[in-house]
Antibody, heavy 123, light 111 residues
Framework: DVQLVESGGGLVKPGGSLRLSCAGS????????MNWVRQPPGKGLEWVGH??????????EHSPDLRGKFYVSRDDSLDTAYLDMNSLSTEDTAVYYC??????????????WGRGTLVTVSS | QSVLTQPPSVSGAPGQRVSISCTGS?????????VHWYQQFPGTVPKLLIY???KRPSGVPERFSASTSGTSASLAISGLQAEDEADYYC???????????FGSGTKVNVL
């Protein structure tokens, strides 16, 4: 079975940085498009960014609102994806989910989700 | 403010049919990008419910169906059950923003 396990969340002060990790198993991680999606408390879902497999160039792409502040990377030798977050503000407080990405026809969607890790930005 | 607009809530009695709309624009749904739907129970992880406009992943009951038309999409739940009480989100891609976008979410209440 596909499993995604996030870690690294916690309490961080405004202006601080944090790195989240997502360990994948039960699938060929090196071939997977890996994503991060976040959900502020009591609010909706927001796509953060993704990273393509090395076979597709290994490029990472991010939400325009978060570009330059958040960065997605991967280490296929560890079957792990990362989300580096900088200059954090209280608006970044959210549960951060790691997901895999799949495609059908002219659409891409998020088929498997981790349980999420909570990031709280507060002084 | 979400790029894809959904009603905050819809309600129905057990056994009834409810429908959730997802309204976009010419740069997402109108640009023929597929719509996908997710179900999220309180305090739990979102789950893929519908992909590719209308396809159900294995294990999703047939009473969940979806359709698209122009810049809008719709998720229908037939034979509503108490266990369907959850939040539902639509998702697509926006070519102008260059990002995946989610709807604002709709809470389904079973009366």
């Amino acid at each position: 079975d596909v499993q995604l396990v996030e870690s690294g969340g916690g309490l961080v002060k405004p202006g601080g940085s944090l790195r989240l990790s997502c360990a994948g198993s039960g699938f060929t991680f090196s071939k997977a498009w890996m994503n991060w999606v976040r959900q502020p408390p009591g609010k909706g879902l927001e796509w953060v960014g993704h990273i393509l497999p090395k076979s597709k160039g290994g490029t990472s792409e991010h939400s325009p609102d978060l570009r330059g502040k958040f960065y997605v990377s991967r280490d296929d030798s560890l079957d792990t994806a990362y989300l580096d977050m900088n200059s954090l503000s209280t608006e970044d407080t959210a549960v951060y989910y790691c997901t895999t990405e799949n495609y059908f026809d002219v659409g891409r969607y998020f088929d498997f989700w981790g349980r999420g890790t909570l990031v709280t930005v507060s002084s | 403010q979400s790029v894809l607009t959904q009603p905050p809530s819809v309600s129905g009695a057990p056994g009834q049919r409810v429908s959730i709309s997802c309204t976009g624009s010419s740069s997402n749904l109108g640009a023929r990008f597929d719509v996908h739907w997710y179900q999220q129970f309180p305090g739990t992880v979102p789950k893929l419910l519908i992909y590719g406009d209308r396809k159900r992943p294995s294990g999703v009951p047939e009473r969940f169906s979806a359709s698209t038309s122009g810049t809008s999409a719709s998720l229908a739940i037939s034979g509503l059950q108490a266990e369907d009480e959850a939040d539902y989100y639509c998702q697509s891609y926006d070519i102008t923003l260059g990002t995946y976008v989610f709807g604002s979410g709709t809470k389904v209440n079973v009366l």
